[in-house]
């Protein structure tokens, strides 16, 4: 039984594509070249995969950099406290050397 022809022209659209694939399928050497695109296919799809975890990756990366310009924008209060305790452990250190 004979399928009604489409009118809308993506339905047209999909019919020709359809015919074009059946013929491709007929035609010498046609394995290969299917072969082949669903290698790219693959291929594509595990690019994608990988897009995705870059943007992931850029989204903390911004959050960090937002979190260090914050912390970097904290003023002389914390660059004081890093320094006065990198000044405690040097002393410390200084005096658990024994004396030569």
């Known amino acids: ?13 999909a ?5 074009a694939i059946q013929r491709l399928q007929e035609a010498p050497g046609a394995d290969r070249v299917i072969g ?15 897009v995705r975890g870059l943007e992931d990756l850029e989204r903390r990366l911004a959050a960090l950099e937002r979190k ?8 002389p209060a914390a660059t004081a406290r890093r320094g006065t305790k990198a000044a405690g452990a040097k002393t410390a250190a200084a ?5 030569a």
């Not at 082949?36 to 990988?50: A, C, I, Y």
């Open 1 to 13: 039984m004979a399928q009604p022809r489409r009118t809308d022209l993506l339905g047209r659209l």
């Open 15 to 19: 019919d020709i594509s359809e015919e």
């Open 36 to 50: 082949t695109l669903n290698t790219v296919r693959d291929r594509v799809d595990e690019l994608q995969r990988r």
């Open 68 to 75: 260090v310009d914050k912390l970097s924008k904290g003023g």
């Open 95 to 99: 005096e658990k050397k024994p004396a």
